[in-house]
Nanobody, 123 residues
Framework: QVQLVESGGGLVQAGGSLRLSCAAS????????MGWFRQAPGKEREFVAG????????SYADNVRGRFTISKDSAKNTLYLQMNSLKPEDTAVYYC????????????????WGQGTQVTVSS
């Protein structure tokens, strides 16, 4: 019943921007801590950004802070990740995820995951 569907990925040159969307159904964003993760070939899935349920407190990985912005539109039940100043090392599959924990940046704390969307940044 629960579905998280990512969109907005694609191919972009270094220095460019992309905006990812995560459309949620079967759950309301206000009831979950929401996170974005990414996984590059040969690497473990890693936390990118998160946002809390009602206060909207935001958290970022050190290597994306200042370049990426996480946000949500409660009326549309949609989560977003605005990615600016993209680098080749940002290339990965990006996943939207939801957890009942109050806050978390670890993969195994999350209950629901989207299918992922590919982001490729060329030099």
């Amino acid at each position: 019943q629960v579905q998280l569907v990512e969109s907005g990925g694609g191919l972009v040159q270094a220095g460019g921007s992309l905006r990812l969307s995560c459309a949620a159904s079967g759950l309301t964003l206000s009831s979950y801590y929401m996170g974005w993760f990414r996984q590059a070939p040969g690497k473990e899935r890693e936390f990118v950004a998160g946002v809390s349920r009602t206060r909207g407190d935001r958290s970022y990985a050190d290597n994306v802070r200042g370049r990426f912005t996480i946000s949500k539109d409660s009326a549309k039940n949609t989560l977003y990740l605005q990615m600016n100043s993209l680098k080749p090392e940002d290339t990965a599959v990006y996943y939207c995820a939801a957890t009942t924990h109050y806050t978390s940046n670890v993969v195994d704390a999350y209950d629901y995951w989207g299918q992922g969307t590919q982001v490729t940044v060329s030099s």
